[in-house]
């Protein structure tokens, strides 16, 4: 039988719309900005040395190593991104800067296939001896995921045979065998990248390699127990302290994990991998696990914007229901890593919940993470700032009050590169029968059902606007199920085929709407997904949202900024019979959908710390803008969770 697949990148076009816009920004902003700055070529930005460390290991320049162990994998990610870009978009310096760094990249690397920029320069003896702390395997995976990306795009072999390279030198080295190493990689990310690579060279024992990886992990006796004990070190990392190697997703076999546990990133890292292989190998223990691992996360430790990893000591999960809000780490990569586990799990199986994840993760917690002017980032998305506080208190110190120009430990910027240079691979899929909608935003594509071309077009101004119109125009009559997400955030969904209404209720499978018919060119699907404000609340369990509402418009989280809330947005105030009314302002943050309406505020009583006197109330106006643009009129208070009286 045959799997669904995503459409080749060149096949789908976004040129108008919200999501084309932030395309269009990466296309034309980021990817050129991003490359200044692994060159060291951006006034004010943190030094990245990244590209510099690659032009010392090929022997072009001297000069040592740079940054951290882990500074390689910036580069692949924007090599990626780049690489997409051209999949869409031709340019012909890009393809050029692209062919120069290659041209490096392969005199840096190895004889055998070797590429590690940080061990190379700084301990080329100690080669795979140090997997639990360094990032030799996770960079690997970065490489290689560029050079698949590269190839499909441009047809060149020139990165493709040097991940093919390192691949291989992957292979003999990691394994069960007398003279290999059964150990496996403290950051995952290889694991899916072979399976990449798998599919693009049509080898299936890099899918082998993949399973390995993933199978021994948290085997005993443990392999990082023996690595520490051969290093000579006597104390872990402190972020290690709650479960030792559980922060690694080691402390028992993959299968055995019910929640999520331990670095954030890692963690959806490894369970996009291990839905891969589900595909690839119809693996059904690794399918239950998945599943099992992703209700526990939706269920307890997921953000109303769509983030995760609460704690920043480590970056990882927390406790059950431990959401604080000003202290959240809500790293931009985790969230990508949802949206790539959400992804795979629409693959495996065709169910509203996983797309509704992937489009609040992606459209709140992501977005967040790069400014509209493509040229700042953050790292970190709490819900909740106070700059005063952020910038005092210790268990705050990683909250940035402002977007900056790079980090030191850059690997979030080209992260959201690479992921909004290929959103035609989380629109849409094709079915073994049809083709599935995922994420509505204006675009075009082509394909080929049943061996017949076809052609889509969807024309919308979503998430702003809930009307989404579909023009089907196929070569031929062709009888097919056409699959559209019935988001679960939209309570009263219609839709109707040549103006003709679609029983939903009748036609909804696990929230998506299968329209199946012989479908002839010129055919219109019309739909209209009411966005009335809604106000959700919190699981009570979550102790720092008690007594307090989050704003929810369509997919959209909203928040309330200092500059439109005036401070102390703590005391402000929304009455339970306060109507919000939508309002798009055209001239605000390059256009976007306000929320307006009555609220109050608190004054306090008395000038005394403590005091027996209720605190005053007097009337005040409120005023909401997406989650995803907050920080863009420089620094000030902001605030998801509002208070409501």
Known sequence: MSKPTCIALPKISFERGFLADRARLVRDVVIPYQWEALNDRVSGAERSGTVHNFQV??????????????QDSDLAKWLEAASFSLATHPDAKLEADLDGIIATIAKAQQPDGYLDTYVQLTAPDKRWTNLFEWHELYIAGHFIEAGVAHFEATGKRTLLDVICKLADMICRVFGLGKDQI???????????????????????????????????RGAEPSYYEAEVKRLGREKLPVYFYHNRWSYLQAGKPVRDEADPIGHSVRMVYQLSAMADLVRETGDESLRSACKTVWRNLCDYHYYVTGAIGSEWNGEQFSGRYDLPNDRAYAESCAGIGLVFFARRMLDLELKGEYGDVMERTLLNNVLAGMALDGKTFFYVNPLEVRPAEAKRRFDQHYVKTQRVPWFGCACCPPNIARTLASLGYYTHSVQPDGLAVHLYTDCSLETAIGGSKLKLAMGTDYPWDGKVTITVDPATATNFSLRLRIPGWCTA????????AVD???NNVNGYLQLTREWVAGDVVTMDLPMPVQRVRAHPHVIHDIGCVALQRGPLIFCVEQVDNGDQLGLLRLPKSAELKPRFAADLLGGTVILEGPAERLQPANDELYSRDEPGVIPAKIKAIPYSLWNNRGEGEMRVWIRES
């Open 57 to 70: 290991a090929a022997g072009e320049k001297p000069g040592e190593f740079y940054g951290l162990w882990f």
């Open 504 to 506: 939903i209720a009748a």
């Open 493 to 500: 969904p219609t839709v109707s085929v040549n103006a003709t």
């Open 182 to 216: 059964n150990g496996y990689p403290g950051h995952q990310e290889i694991e899916l990248a072979l399976i990449k690579l798998a599919r693009v060279t049509g080898e299936n024992r890099y899918v082998q390699q993949a399973a390995y990886f993933i199978n021994q």
